[in-house]
């Protein structure tokens, strides 16, 4: 009876608990793993990614998982934002309008924007909702090639 319960405990705590705790995504859903993406041009240099010349987040080219969430953290002190790009490639001049500056979106697929996050300020956690590509860029930034890109899996 006490091996029958240990082995339950066993399955209960790798199946609910990898970090331990449940996180809620701005949409309700919950997840066990959020990756945080640092938001910085200051700190963070330009380099070549799959969709063009990118700068100012980190990881750069964040691997994440289906199911899992992103938050984008601002570690600078100067204020940008993380909004959406549709495409596989980054635009040449800007995709944005000002409703960048404002937060929207709950998943990845379905389009998002940070809205500005001042220095220090974190976004939503946005739900890995489905595989696929995401680019996104900053509101302030987009010229100095300030973009990044999510790869789900
Ligand atoms: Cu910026």
């Known amino acids: 009876m006490k091996f029958t319960r240990a082995i339950a405990c066993v399955f ?9 705790v449940l996180v809620s995504t701005n949409g309700g859903t919950s997840v066990a793993t959020v990756t945080r993406i640092d938001v910085s041009i200051a700190a963070f ?13 980190s990881p750069i080219v964040a691997n994440v ?21 549709q495409g596989t ?4 001049t800007s995709p944005f309008t000002f ?3 404002t937060p929207s979106g709950s998943t990845l697929s379905s389009g998002f924007s ?9 976004s939503a956690i946005f739900l890995v909702d489905k595989p696929g ?3 996104y860029g900053c509101f302030f930034h987009y010229s100095g090639t300030m973009r990044g890109e999510i790869v789900a899996q």
């Open 12 to 20: 209960l705590f790798t199946a609910c608990t990898p970090n331990g």
């Open 45 to 57: 240099g330009q380099s070549a990614t799959p969709a063009g010349l990118a700068l100012g987040f």
């Open 65 to 85: 998982a289906v199911g899992s969430g992103v938050q984008f953290v601002n570690v600078d002190n100067t204020s940008h934002t993380a909004t959406s790009i």
């Open 89 to 92: 490639t980054f635009p040449p």
């Open 99 to 101: 409703s960048a500056t």
């Open 114 to 122: 940070s809205g500005t996050m001042q220095a220090g300020q974190s």
């Open 133 to 135: 590509t995401y680019l």
